[in-house]
Structures are given as structure tokens and as C-alpha cells.
């Protein structure tokens, strides 16, 4: 299946050149679009003459803005690894213009490629590699430019709205070492810059994995479960989702809560496109003792395609009773006990504790803890040999929460 859309997409180039009084006018050129069996993409040439100029011009730097629909290459499409772009011409040689180029995302639809050379005021420093042509039938290129389509759609772009003064941009290289030239009275040409190509955007095949999962696993590990995975590789991979569900029997799961997403935690971003082994994890805390849980990855790629691993699962131990920011509360043991037992608990925060134990018919046989614990781990031990056998209750608040538990004295 195909779909028809069509983009614009605008450049702007900010320049110096040798001479003023001359307008430095911007094409974009051979828009083609190439295909893979999943991935459709957009290329063109940023080209560049200097309109009365004299042929042996020479930037000492510039700026293209390149501004993008995003309905049809998606947001942030630098630092969502969807474009590459070719340094060509001057800026690609190295015979004597010594340019450097960096790139940067500079709004959410646009993008900028920035170049300057090293030495920008010592024309010496050049020759005829690095030179401007001053005619439109003999253009100089300065990118390739190769941009992802990420989905269907259509809409107009225009300059970014917060670009303005362009002519006032523009300065004269002057041919000596020190400060910088005139500002060009002829500024900038764009009325070559803006080219409608229609793009035909395919998703024939079947789409690429976003991931090659190797591992995916769940270890219970000191009152939280750990879950870690490693990916062989990864394809336009944006971030992952993790879910729970309690497992209440065979084929009878709950419904799959989120319990993280990559919106929310950096740390479950994806590397985006490669080919090294990716490891990571995630802690959940959030956790009840007793309690069989079953979880489930998913990732997401650019284009917003989720896909589901398969799940693990997971039976939290009993030993823990109670876990939140300020205390953790562990089940007593033994139980049955004969004649002692240890009711272990750790705060984080300084708070009262009460511990009481109770007979079968609500009688208090035991004051156990009253008072107030500073923040550490306690093992508290219990001597009941004064106590015949049978059921009791200890009854254990910590701050403004209150837990019963079931103990069996067998003598």
C-alpha cells in the first residue's frame, strides 16, 4: 500500500562572503525519493551562487536552516537520528578552507547546519576548492541533505517564526586577519529556496523490529523486583513501556497496568539506531507481599509503533509485609513459633512504633515496643515462654498504619 503526501521544506542560509554588495542566492535542488522495503526517504542538495559575485568567493561562515512538516517526518528529527547530512564542495574539502560544521536541533520543525572556517578573515588560507560560484547555471553544493518520512500527511511550511532581520546576517570577508567585514547591502535570495515534490510514502513489507530483544527477566531483590533486558540492536527505538498485571491464577491476569514509561523516566529512553548491545533495568517498589505478578515490555519507535514482548512473571515472597517511603515491615517468623519469634521492620523515617500481642478473645498479654525509633533496621526478638499454647495477634502501628498478624504458639 502507498500513500501520497507532499512536503515543502525551506532553507535558509546565513552567510559571509568576500565582496559586498552581493546577494547570496540559495537553491535546493535534485529532491528525490529513494525507498527501502519499510522505510521511504526524502534527499536533496542544498546549492549556492553568489549572485554578482566574481567566481572566487569564499564563506568564511554560514547557517542552513532546514524546517521540516512534522506531520510527515515526525518532531525532532536530529536527535531522533531521521536525517544525515553530507558535508559537499567547500566545506567537504580540506584544501585550505579548514570549515568545521556541527549541527543542531534549533526548534521542534526545524533544524540547523552551522559551518565556519578556522581561519575566516586570512584569505591566503583559501584556494580555488573552496571558491562560490557567481552563476545560476553552475550552482556550488554545499549538503545532502536525507530525511526519514516517518508518515502520511501534507501541510505547508514557512521561516521560522522567530528568525528575523536576515539581512543583517550577513557580512563581507575582507581578506585581512582581524575583525569582521561589512554587512552584505544584497542579503539573501530565497526565491529559489522553496521547492513543492510530491512524496510517495510506502509501508509495503513488514515493518523492521524497533528492537532485537535478547533477554528479558525479573528477580525479587531486597523488598523491590528488578527487571533487566538487553537488546542485540535497535531501529529508530524512542523508549519503553513497562506493564504489570497480578496473576491470580492459571489464564487469570488482571489487566495490564502502566507502572513506567520512557515519558516520564529517562532511563527507559531507547539508544535510537544501533548496532552495539544496549542493557538496561528498572526497579519497581511499588510491590505487596504474597503476590504473583506478571510484566510486560513494550518499545516504541519514531513512528509511534508499539510492540509488545513476551511477559515474565513473578511471585513476590511473603516475608514482606508492608513497604512505603518511611517504613518496611517484615512478616514475623517463625511461625509457628516455640517459645520466641523476631518481628523484623526498618524505617526510614524517625517515628512511634507500638507492638502488642493479643490472646484469641482481644486480651492484651504483651506490650512488645512503645515508644519512639529512630530511622535503622530492628530485629525485635519476643520471649512468649510465660504464654500457653495457642493463637495470637500482634497488632503493630507505625505512625498511622496498624497490621494484625496471625501467630501460632506449639509447645
Known sequence: MKKILS???????????????ETVTLYYTNGDVTYTDTQTFYEFDVEVYIDGGTGSNVFSEGMVYIEYNTSVFGSNVFTNSKVTVTNQGPIATDGGGNYTVSFN?????????TFTAIYPYNYSAYNADTYISN??????TLFHVKLEAAASGSSLVDWPSSITG???LYRDHDGTNSGAGSVYDGGLSITNAVENHQVTYSDSGDPALAISLKKFAAEYNKNKVSLSWTTESETQNLGYIIKRAIIYGEDNLSPYEIVASYHEDDELRGAGTTTEQQVYSYNDNNIKPGVNYSYMLEDVDFNGTVTSHDPVSIQVPENLLFVN???KLGSNYPNPFNPSFTIPFELTTAMNVDISMYDITGKKVMTIADGYYEPRQYQLSVDASNL??????VRSIFGNEVFTQKMTLLK
Open 325 to 327: 517511603n518511611d517504613f
Open 166 to 168: 536576515i539581512n543583517s
Open 135 to 140: 552563476s545560476s547555471s553552475s550552482l556550488t
Open 7 to 21: 512536503t515543502l521544506l525551506v532553507l535558509l542560509l546565513f552567510m559571509s562572503s568576500l565582496y559586498a554588495l
Open 388 to 393: 500457653n499454647s495457642g493463637i495470637y495477634f
Open 105 to 113: 536541533d534549533t526548534y521542534s520543525d526545524a533544524f540547523a547546519i
